[in-house]
């Protein structure tokens, strides 16, 4: 990731000759602390440790101290999860805190409740001009109150207003959440940090290259940022507790978090009780518990068959999970060109680096002879390692072991130009070989919507598996793109994991896809989602949901696995009762209304519509949705002055913040420039994007004010020297 507030170096002016160098002092001097008051942050610490944030006037006041508390049932395919933010406000001041968090890109959010001392305000859900609207009003009359809104699928704020001096307020959020299923294995994740993303530089200050007129990348940049506090200087805050009812369905055998120490109760042989064995320890990385069945009753043996439902208002929704059987793959696999991608970016810095290495050279291991691969590494510029791809050989793949190993960690991550060069084919008619990308980062960017468009328009025959690395992935940007590439996402946590997950994912691409794959249903009038079913790999299951009138009939489900025809037929009536569907249901229809919109197989404007439809129905937090709950008595006496503060996350686990913020006044060395002769112009446009600091602060107001004073400076000493 690129530095947020880098300090750039350039060559001063010599002195004027006979100008003497003490008149230059005072000007340089106040040149000097105009630079640095622009780049200071706009936070500050005190000598107990305190965090203070600038409020308006210019003054500092204490951030708002917060912890967290989350409280998830796990019921067979789905979860229901509980999130409630304590707010504490311990100054004299009245507070109003805005706290960015993350959320797992597939939850769907349908609940807030505002607490404020023994009143409890329910949340309504509107649109979220209007939302927004109701919240400034109530905040401007002194009345407590909260917003929710999302700023992607897996990031949201919370705003709280008018929390009063020694206060604590309680903000709690309600999702449901499908379980991931995988290999015969159960997953759930819990993301609790939002990770500093890099935003790509807005196009009046990139290189001519950008094109004129371009649109922003990122034009909500603003609102995906928060203070990050530096781990060597400042003590971890937001804590955090859990505890998990696990209702699996089956008999249970092993129950793992390999990013947590947990304790684990046994309630019955399908329950456990989960909890964090440190108490409420920071949030600083993912939450992952996974569990499968008891040995002799795995319900993943053979065709593997989940069927739910649920009635909603009148009708029925269906989740079905089928996974095809392990051993209908043909004996002949097909030669495959692979191209490794690796973000070496400064986020990537410390154990995510190292773990991303070792998966990239556990892939160059597991190659084949015939096959062909090559490797890109990027960070704010990119390098392809060979001009195309090559055979699997000892000497390629000595030369790409060598080249791998000598990667470090620095600078942005300018992820759109390697994307496009790991998608670019040169033999897009070869059906004879499968064409697979591996790429492995911590999608720690802003600009997914650029991403998801290129890899929508140039996937070609391409199949994209994306491996997100270390404790606080970008799991929208992750499963999202591999989505739209028909491939599949695998997260390693840990170094442990790596061996393991990237093994299994290797065995996933040395295996063919479950092709061709359509659902038909017998009764009409059925509303399905996806409508376009992705291919299947070993292991992963088809996840398909349906609303209908009654849940009556069949599905049929047809595919092929290499040249073998795969067939299942599932009686609806079979279906065991489920909580939560329909929810998930309206979750998965805006997200496929989304994905239309950045395809364009819908307008704008029609999937704008559908998605608010959907959100209003069934009451959900989306883009255009947001939950807003008000206290109906004013409590901010008149005249009382309002902090707005913004609360402070703790740097990912394993993240280096001097690689991702800048190492104080260390000047950052220039980007690399494309090494390849043969690169296509838009990888050297890559290469010279400009690093600017993302933070938002009148920067360049007072480098300008600098510059005057030394102007002025300058002048007055000519003039002493001329008389």
């Keep these: 990731m690129l530095p947020l507030s880098p300090h750039h170096s350039a060559p001063l002016a010599r002195p004027a000759p006979g100008l003497p160098r003490n008149l230059l002092l005072g000007p340089l001097i106040a040149l000097l602390l105009?630079?640095?008051?622009?780049?200071?942050?706009?936070?500050?610490?005190?000598?107990?440790?305190?965090?203070?944030?600038?409020?308006?006037?210019?003054?500092?006041?204490?951030?708002?101290r917060l912890r967290a508390d989350a409280a998830i049932t796990v019921s067979g395919p789905t979860a229901r999860a509980t999130i409630t933010q304590v707010f504490r406000n311990t100054t004299s001041a009245w507070v109003e805190g805005t706290y960015l968090f993350p959320l797992p890109e597939d939850a769907a959010v349908d609940t807030m409740k505002l607490v404020v001392g023994d009143r409890v305000i329910l949340a309504e859900i509107r649109e979220r001009e209007a939302a927004r609207r109701v919240y400034e009003a109530a905040r401007q009359e002194g009345k407590?109150?909260?917003?929710?809104?999302?700023?992607?699928?897996?990031?949201?704020?919370?705003?709280?207003?008018?929390?009063?001096?020694?206060?604590?307020?309680?903000?709690?959020?309600?999702?449901?959440?499908?379980?991931?299923?995988?290999?015969?294995?159960?997953?759930?994740?819990?993301?609790?940090?939002?990770?500093?993303?890099?935003?790509?530089?807005?196009?009046?200050?990139?290189?001519?290259?950008?094109?004129?007129?371009?649109?922003?990348?990122?034009?909500?940049?603003?609102?995906?940022?928060?203070?990050?506090?530096?781990?060597?200087?400042?003590?971890?805050?937001?804590?955090?507790?859990?505890?998990?009812?696990?209702?699996?369905?089956?008999?249970?055998?092993?129950?793992?978090?390999?990013?947590?120490?947990?304790?684990?109760?046994?309630?019955?042989?399908?329950e456990r009780r989960i909890t964090l064995a440190d108490g409420a320890p920071a949030a600083d990385r993912d939450f992952e518990l996974t569990w499968s069945a008891a040995p002799g009753t795995d319900p993943s043996a053979g065709p593997a068959v989940g069927l739910f439902r649920e009635r909603v208002v009148g009708a029925e929704?269906?989740?079905?999970?089928?996974?095809?059987?392990?051993?209908?793959?043909?004996?002949?696999?097909?030669?495959?060109?692979?191209?490794?991608?690796?973000?070496?970016?400064?986020?990537?810095?410390?154990?995510?680096?190292?773990?991303?290495?070792?998966?990239?050279?556990?892939?160059?291991?597991?190659?084949?002879?015939?096959?062909?691969?090559?490797?890109?590494?990027?960070?704010?510029?990119?390098?392809?390692?060979?001009?195309?791809?090559?055979?699997?050989?000892?000497?390629?793949?000595?030369?790409?072991?060598?080249?791998?190993?000598?990667?470090?960690?620095?600078?942005?991550?300018?992820?759109?130009?390697?994307?496009?060069?790991?998608?670019?084919?040169?033999?897009?008619?070869?059906?004879?070989?499968?064409?697979?990308?591996?790429?492995?980062?911590?999608?720690?960017?802003?600009?997914?919507?650029?991403?998801?468009?290129?890899?929508?328009?140039?996937?070609?025959?391409?199949?994209?598996?994306?491996?997100?690395?270390?404790?606080?992935?970008?799991?929208?940007?992750?499963?999202?793109?591999?989505?739209?590439?028909?491939?599949?996402?695998?997260?390693?946590?840990?170094?442990?994991?790596?061996?393991?997950?990237?093994?299994?994912?290797?065995?996933?691409?040395?295996?063919?896809?479950?092709?061709e794959l359509t659902a038909v249903f017998s009764e009409d009038g059925v509303d399905v989602t996806p409508t376009r079913l992705p291919d299947l790999y070993r292991g992963e299951p088809l996840t398909l949901s349906a609303r209908m009138r009654t849940a009556r009939g069949t599905l049929t489900l047809t595919g092929r696995i290499g040249a073998h025809p795969w067939k299942a037929v599932l009686s609806l009536d079979t279906a065991q009762p489920g909580t939560g569907i329909g929810k998930l249901w309206a979750r998965a229809k805006i997200a496929e209304a989304e994905t239309a919109r950045l395809t364009g197989r819908l307008t704008a404007e029609a999937a704008d519509a559908a998605i608010l439809r959907l959100a209003l129905d069934h009451g959900l937090t989306t883009r255009l949705t947001s939950l807003v709950a008000v206290d109906a008595t004013?409590?901010?006496?008149?005249?009382?002055?309002?902090?707005?503060?913004?609360?402070?996350?703790?740097?990912?686990?394993?993240?280096?913040?001097?690689?991702?913020?800048?190492?104080?006044?260390?000047?950052l060395p220039p980007p690399p420039r494309q090494r390849r002769a043969e690169a296509p112009a838009l990888q050297i446009a890559a290469a010279r994007a400009v690093p600017l600091p993302q933070t938002a602060t009148d920067f360049a107001i007072r480098a300008w004010l600098g510059g005057l004073l030394l102007a002025l400076g300058l002048l007055l000493a000519r003039r002493r020297v001329a008389a």
């Design 144 to 270: 407590a109150a909260a917003l929710t809104e999302q700023q992607r699928p897996n990031l949201f704020t919370n705003a709280v207003a008018n929390i009063g001096p020694g206060e604590t307020v309680l903000v709690q959020l309600e999702y449901q959440q499908p379980v991931r299923q995988s290999g015969g294995t159960a997953s759930l994740r819990l993301p609790t940090v939002a990770a500093p993303r890099y935003s790509p530089a807005p196009p009046a200050v990139t290189s001519a290259a950008a094109g004129a007129g371009a649109a922003d990348p990122v034009p909500d940049r603003e609102k995906i940022e928060a203070p990050v506090l530096d781990p060597t200087r400042q003590a971890p805050v937001n804590p955090l507790s859990l505890s998990i009812d696990l209702k699996a369905g089956f008999a249970l055998g092993a129950v793992r978090s390999a990013t947590h120490a947990i304790r684990i109760e046994e309630v019955s042989e399908s």
């Design 634 to 667: 004013p409590r901010r006496p008149e005249g009382a002055r309002l902090a707005r503060t913004d609360l402070p996350l703790n740097l990912p686990a394993g993240w280096d913040f001097a690689r991702v913020f800048g190492e104080g006044d260390t000047p």
């Design 34 to 64: 105009a630079l640095i008051a622009g780049i200071g942050p706009v936070r500050a610490q005190d000598g107990s440790g305190t965090l203070l944030l600038r409020f308006e006037g210019g003054a500092s006041v204490e951030a708002p």
């Design 317 to 515: 929704t269906v989740l079905a999970l089928v996974t095809p059987p392990e051993g209908a793959a043909p004996a002949v696999a097909l030669p495959r060109d692979v191209v490794f991608v690796i973000d070496n970016s400064g986020s990537m810095g410390g154990a995510s680096i190292r773990q991303a290495k070792a998966s990239l050279l556990i892939g160059l291991d597991r190659l084949r002879p015939g096959d062909r691969f090559n490797v890109i590494r990027f960070d704010h510029s990119f390098d392809t390692l060979f001009p195309d791809v090559v055979p699997a050989d000892e000497s390629h793949l000595a030369r790409a072991k060598r080249f791998v190993s000598g990667l470090e960690a620095s600078g942005g991550t300018e992820m759109l130009a390697p994307l496009r060069a790991a998608l670019a084919d040169a033999t897009p008619e070869d059906t004879a070989r499968l064409r697979q990308i591996v790429f492995l980062t911590d999608g720690a960017i802003g600009n997914e919507a650029q991403i998801f468009s290129a890899i929508a328009a140039e996937r070609g025959r391409s199949r994209l598996f994306m491996v997100g690395i270390g404790s606080a992935p970008n799991g929208y940007l992750m499963s999202h793109a591999a989505e739209l590439g028909r491939g599949s996402f695998t997260q390693i946590d840990t170094p442990d994991q790596v061996s393991e997950r990237m093994r299994a994912l290797l065995t996933k691409l040395e295996s063919p896809a479950v092709t």
